[in-house]
């Protein structure tokens, strides 16, 4: 019974793996916000910050990094339904691009809070 649970965490690591690389190869803009993360990163990491705030800091960077893996989700599920244009496929996808927006949006309002303190 372990055993079995060890197996289904090690297909989940690596279906999870499979699915990061597929956004990683096929949007460029995971690739923006790796970049930018590591360069928020290295700030937060430098700056006197608690650790509350930089975890909170590190925290909103990855979220950012899932919701837009959870787009690309929404854009392969659309496409594959149909490559028709549509206007519920339009909104779905502009939908998931909001989600990151606001996502990065939110972290955004995070920092702005930080350095404030610091100021």
Do not use: Y
């Amino acid at each position: 019974m372990m055993l079995q649970q060890i197996i289904r965490v090690k297909q989940r690591a690596v279906w999870s793996w499979d699915g990061f690389l597929h956004v990683w190869k096929t949007e460029g803009s995971l690739t923006q916000w790796i970049v930018m993360n590591v360069a928020f990163g290295v700030l937060a990491l430098v700056l006197p910050l608690t650790a509350g705030e930089r975890g909170m800091l590190l925290m909103g960077g990855i979220m950012v990094l899932a919701a837009e893996c959870m787009n690309t989700a929404i854009e392969r599920v659309v496409d594959d339904i149909s490559t028709d244009k549509r206007d519920a496929a339009k909104q779905a996808k502009d939908c998931g691009s909001a989600a990151v927006a606001v996502t990065a949006i939110g972290v955004g309002v995070a920092w702005v809070c930080v350095i404030a303190r610091l100021l």
